[in-house]
Protein backbone atom coordinates (compact mmCIF):
# COMPACT_ATOMS: atom_id res chain seq x y z
CA UNK A 1 0.00 0.00 0.00
CA UNK A 2 1.21 3.27 -0.73
CA UNK A 3 2.12 5.85 2.14
CA UNK A 4 4.58 7.74 4.33
CA UNK A 5 6.50 5.88 6.81
CA UNK A 6 8.11 8.23 9.06
CA UNK A 7 11.38 6.93 11.52
CA UNK A 8 11.90 6.67 14.12
CA UNK A 9 8.25 7.12 15.87
CA UNK A 10 10.12 7.79 19.12
CA UNK A 11 13.23 9.77 20.04
CA UNK A 12 14.99 10.88 22.60
CA UNK A 13 17.76 13.18 22.71
CA UNK A 14 20.40 15.07 25.15
CA UNK A 15 20.83 18.29 24.48
CA UNK A 16 23.30 19.51 22.64
CA UNK A 17 22.74 16.80 20.15
CA UNK A 18 21.62 17.13 16.39
CA UNK A 19 19.06 14.38 15.28
CA UNK A 20 17.97 13.33 12.13
CA UNK A 21 14.34 12.38 11.56
CA UNK A 22 13.29 10.04 8.52
CA UNK A 23 10.16 10.76 6.09
CA UNK A 24 9.73 8.41 2.92
CA UNK A 25 6.76 8.45 0.77
CA UNK A 26 6.01 5.84 -1.82
CA UNK A 27 2.68 7.94 -3.44
CA UNK A 28 4.91 9.43 -6.23
CA UNK A 29 4.37 13.10 -4.63
CA UNK A 30 6.42 15.94 -5.94
CA UNK A 31 5.82 17.87 -2.77
CA UNK A 32 6.65 17.20 0.54
CA UNK A 33 6.28 18.66 4.17
CA UNK A 34 7.45 18.46 7.75
CA UNK A 35 5.15 20.12 10.53
CA UNK A 36 5.88 20.83 14.21
CA UNK A 37 2.78 19.58 16.27
CA UNK A 38 2.37 20.87 19.92
CA UNK A 39 -0.83 20.93 22.39
CA UNK A 40 -2.94 23.70 21.75
CA UNK A 41 -0.86 25.19 18.96
CA UNK A 42 -2.38 23.07 15.65
CA UNK A 43 0.24 22.65 13.18
CA UNK A 44 2.85 24.90 12.17
CA UNK A 45 4.71 24.35 9.16
CA UNK A 46 8.97 23.99 9.51
CA UNK A 47 9.66 23.63 5.75
CA UNK A 48 8.77 22.25 2.51
CA UNK A 49 9.83 21.10 -0.97
CA UNK A 50 8.14 21.40 -4.09
CA UNK A 51 10.72 19.12 -5.75
CA UNK A 52 13.78 17.49 -5.88
CA UNK A 53 16.98 19.46 -5.22
CA UNK A 54 14.72 22.38 -3.87
CA UNK A 55 13.18 23.33 -0.05
CA UNK A 56 11.78 26.34 0.94
CA UNK A 57 11.59 27.70 4.58
CA UNK A 58 8.38 27.17 6.68
CA UNK A 59 6.86 29.74 10.14
CA UNK A 60 9.24 28.13 12.45
CA UNK A 61 12.43 27.09 10.28
CA UNK A 62 15.15 28.04 12.90
CA UNK A 63 17.25 25.40 14.45
CA UNK A 64 16.05 22.58 11.19
CA UNK A 65 17.76 21.77 8.25
CA UNK A 66 16.24 19.35 5.50
CA UNK A 67 17.56 18.25 2.44
CA UNK A 68 15.55 16.52 -0.72
CA UNK A 69 18.30 14.67 -2.99
CA UNK A 70 15.33 11.88 -3.88
CA UNK A 71 11.55 12.39 -4.82
CA UNK A 72 10.89 9.81 -2.00
CA UNK A 73 12.58 10.89 0.83
CA UNK A 74 12.88 14.32 2.64
CA UNK A 75 14.91 14.30 5.93
CA UNK A 76 14.89 16.42 8.79
CA UNK A 77 17.26 17.25 11.24
CA UNK A 78 16.60 19.29 14.14
CA UNK A 79 19.89 20.85 15.23
CA UNK A 80 21.36 22.31 18.90
CA UNK A 81 20.15 25.57 18.30
CA UNK A 82 16.38 24.43 18.19
CA UNK A 83 15.95 26.03 21.50
CA UNK A 84 12.31 23.70 22.33
CA UNK A 85 12.42 20.84 19.97
CA UNK A 86 10.60 18.70 22.27
CA UNK A 87 7.80 17.57 20.41
CA UNK A 88 5.69 16.11 17.43
CA UNK A 89 6.59 15.90 14.13
CA UNK A 90 4.48 15.22 11.56
CA UNK A 91 5.81 14.39 7.52
CA UNK A 92 2.88 14.73 4.50
CA UNK A 93 3.23 15.15 1.30
CA UNK A 94 0.81 15.84 -1.75
CA UNK A 95 0.77 16.25 -5.67
CA UNK A 96 2.14 19.36 -6.82
CA UNK A 97 0.54 21.68 -9.48
CA UNK A 98 -3.23 22.23 -9.84
CA UNK A 99 -4.44 18.78 -10.37
CA UNK A 100 -7.02 17.29 -8.68
CA UNK A 101 -6.13 15.94 -5.38
CA UNK A 102 -3.12 18.83 -5.46
CA UNK A 103 -4.91 20.23 -2.21
CA UNK A 104 -4.95 17.09 -0.33
CA UNK A 105 -1.77 16.51 2.39
CA UNK A 106 -1.23 12.88 3.40
CA UNK A 107 0.52 12.32 6.69
CA UNK A 108 2.91 10.14 8.09
CA UNK A 109 2.21 8.38 11.73
CA UNK A 110 4.72 11.01 13.03
CA UNK A 111 7.92 11.02 15.13
CA UNK A 112 8.02 11.75 19.17
CA UNK A 113 10.97 13.47 20.12
CA UNK A 114 11.74 14.23 23.33
CA UNK A 115 14.78 16.09 24.71
CA UNK A 116 15.86 14.93 28.10
CA UNK B 1 -2.25 36.29 5.94
CA UNK B 2 -4.13 33.24 6.24
CA UNK B 3 -5.86 32.29 9.43
CA UNK B 4 -8.45 29.55 11.02
CA UNK B 5 -10.15 29.82 13.77
CA UNK B 6 -12.12 26.55 15.35
CA UNK B 7 -13.74 26.28 18.43
CA UNK B 8 -11.96 25.27 21.60
CA UNK B 9 -12.22 22.17 22.88
CA UNK B 10 -12.50 19.73 24.56
CA UNK B 11 -15.75 18.50 23.61
CA UNK B 12 -17.54 15.78 25.62
CA UNK B 13 -20.56 14.44 24.10
CA UNK B 14 -22.83 11.25 24.94
CA UNK B 15 -23.19 8.69 22.36
CA UNK B 16 -25.58 9.51 19.72
CA UNK B 17 -25.82 12.87 20.55
CA UNK B 18 -25.49 15.54 17.54
CA UNK B 19 -22.15 17.52 16.77
CA UNK B 20 -21.13 20.95 16.02
CA UNK B 21 -17.55 21.94 15.97
CA UNK B 22 -17.38 25.43 14.68
CA UNK B 23 -14.41 26.85 12.33
CA UNK B 24 -14.37 30.25 10.26
CA UNK B 25 -11.61 31.61 8.30
CA UNK B 26 -9.81 34.67 7.19
CA UNK B 27 -8.02 34.07 3.64
CA UNK B 28 -7.94 36.03 0.49
CA UNK B 29 -9.70 35.01 -3.24
CA UNK B 30 -11.27 31.43 -2.93
CA UNK B 31 -9.54 28.92 -0.71
CA UNK B 32 -10.10 25.30 -0.79
CA UNK B 33 -11.44 23.80 3.07
CA UNK B 34 -11.04 20.80 4.72
CA UNK B 35 -11.42 18.94 7.82
CA UNK B 36 -8.45 16.54 8.78
CA UNK B 37 -8.67 14.00 12.16
CA UNK B 38 -6.01 12.89 14.18
CA UNK B 39 -6.68 9.59 16.21
CA UNK B 40 -4.50 9.31 19.26
CA UNK B 41 -0.89 8.29 18.28
CA UNK B 42 -1.18 8.78 14.62
CA UNK B 43 -0.86 11.45 11.80
CA UNK B 44 -3.57 13.58 10.31
CA UNK B 45 -6.15 11.62 7.86
CA UNK B 46 -8.61 13.92 5.52
CA UNK B 47 -11.91 13.73 6.80
CA UNK B 48 -13.82 15.98 3.98
CA UNK B 49 -13.17 18.84 1.62
CA UNK B 50 -14.51 21.60 -0.20
CA UNK B 51 -13.04 23.83 -3.24
CA UNK B 52 -15.41 26.54 -3.83
CA UNK B 53 -18.64 28.09 -2.25
CA UNK B 54 -21.40 26.21 -1.52
CA UNK B 55 -19.99 23.08 -1.64
CA UNK B 56 -20.61 20.52 0.59
CA UNK B 57 -17.86 17.92 1.28
CA UNK B 58 -19.00 14.74 3.32
CA UNK B 59 -17.50 11.44 4.95
CA UNK B 60 -18.27 8.45 7.34
CA UNK B 61 -21.67 10.69 8.45
CA UNK B 62 -19.92 13.87 8.53
CA UNK B 63 -20.53 16.88 6.91
CA UNK B 64 -19.16 20.42 6.34
CA UNK B 65 -20.67 23.16 4.06
CA UNK B 66 -18.39 25.79 2.54
CA UNK B 67 -20.62 29.09 3.47
CA UNK B 68 -18.06 32.14 1.64
CA UNK B 69 -20.92 34.66 3.26
CA UNK B 70 -20.23 33.87 6.78
CA UNK B 71 -16.16 32.41 5.84
CA UNK B 72 -17.51 29.45 7.64
CA UNK B 73 -16.84 25.64 7.37
CA UNK B 74 -18.76 23.83 10.31
CA UNK B 75 -18.23 20.32 10.70
CA UNK B 76 -21.46 18.48 11.70
CA UNK B 77 -22.70 15.01 12.75
CA UNK B 78 -26.23 13.87 13.28
CA UNK B 79 -24.98 10.83 15.87
CA UNK B 80 -21.56 10.21 17.02
CA UNK B 81 -20.11 6.90 18.17
CA UNK B 82 -17.69 6.39 20.70
CA UNK B 83 -14.67 5.74 17.50
CA UNK B 84 -15.02 9.28 16.71
CA UNK B 85 -13.06 10.15 19.47
CA UNK B 86 -10.07 12.39 18.26
CA UNK B 87 -8.68 15.80 17.40
CA UNK B 88 -10.37 17.47 14.65
CA UNK B 89 -8.53 20.16 12.32
CA UNK B 90 -10.29 22.47 9.93
CA UNK B 91 -7.85 23.99 7.47
CA UNK B 92 -7.37 26.14 4.63
CA UNK B 93 -5.19 26.23 1.28
CA UNK B 94 -5.39 29.18 -0.63
CA UNK B 95 -5.83 29.67 -4.31
CA UNK B 96 -3.30 30.83 -6.91
CA UNK B 97 0.45 29.24 -7.47
CA UNK B 98 1.77 27.50 -4.31
CA UNK B 99 -0.49 28.37 -1.38
CA UNK B 100 0.67 26.49 2.17
CA UNK B 101 -2.02 25.42 4.02
CA UNK B 102 -3.09 26.94 7.43
CA UNK B 103 -4.29 24.87 10.45
CA UNK B 104 -6.77 25.39 13.42
CA UNK B 105 -5.56 24.44 16.83
CA UNK B 106 -7.55 21.52 16.93
CA UNK B 107 -10.80 20.46 18.75
CA UNK B 108 -10.82 17.48 20.92
CA UNK B 109 -13.63 15.40 20.49
CA UNK B 110 -14.48 12.94 23.43
CA UNK B 111 -17.41 10.81 23.25
CA UNK B 112 -18.59 8.89 26.08
CA UNK B 113 -21.24 5.57 26.04
Not at chain 1, 17 to 23: A, G, R
Not at chain 2, 51 to 57: E, Q, S, V
Not at chain 2, 75 to 102: I, M, N, P, R
Request: charged share 20%.
Amino acid sequence: DGGITQSPKYLFRKEGQNVTLSCEQNLNHDAMYWYRQDPGQGLRLIYYSQIVNDFQKGDIAEGYSVSREKKESFPLTVTSAQKNPTAFYLCASSISGTAAGANVLTFGAGSRLTVL
Amino acid sequence: GDSVTQMEGPVTLSEEAFLTINCTYTATGYPSLFWYVQYPGEGLQLLLKATKADDKGSNKGFEATYRKETTSFHLEKGSVQVSDSAVYFCALKGSGGYQKVTFGTGTKLQVIP
